[in-house]
């Protein structure tokens, strides 16, 4: 598993689930039901204080597990996005396949 964090773009269902991206220059199709959960971050080290009721997108950080292709003949790319709420902010933080690649 490949870990690291880069700025990717990000195109959506009006219900807010990742339907393409493009990364590296190419654009993926999501190919199976992404999964979204949060996970704590440390809010503090970017905000100088946090509201009451502002919880998600500031303490919290939506993630997303995607399986994503390049086309219907590509294998499926297992990847993990996380977004910023309130910025829209799109990173691609982890490659699960990453080491599968380069056997």
Same mark, same amino acid.
């Given at each position: 598993?490949?870990?690291? !964090?880069?700025? +990717? ?13 493009? #990364? ?10 992404? $999964? ?6 440390? #809010? #503090?080290?970017?905000?100088?204080? &946090? ?11 939506? +993630?997303?597990? $995607? ?6 003949? !590509? ?6 996005? !996380? ?6 902010? #799109?990173?691609? +933080?982890? +490659?699960?396949? &990453?080491?599968?690649? !380069? &056997?």
């Amino acid at each position: 598993m490949g870990v690291f !964090s880069e700025a +990717i773009e990000v195109v959506c269902s009006p219900a807010g689930q990742p339907l393409r991206l493009t #990364w590296g220059g190419r654009t993926y199709k999501v190919g199976a039901d992404p $999964v979204r959960w949060y996970e704590r971050r440390n #809010w #503090w080290e970017e905000e100088t204080r &946090a509201e009451r009721g502002h919880g998600a997108g500031l303490v919290d950080t939506e +993630i997303w597990r $995607v399986q994503a292709r390049v086309n219907d003949r !590509s294998d499926l790319r297992t990847l993990d996005l !996380s977004h910023h709420v309130r910025s829209d902010r #799109w990173r691609l +933080i982890r +490659i699960h396949d &990453a080491l599968r690649d !380069s &056997a």
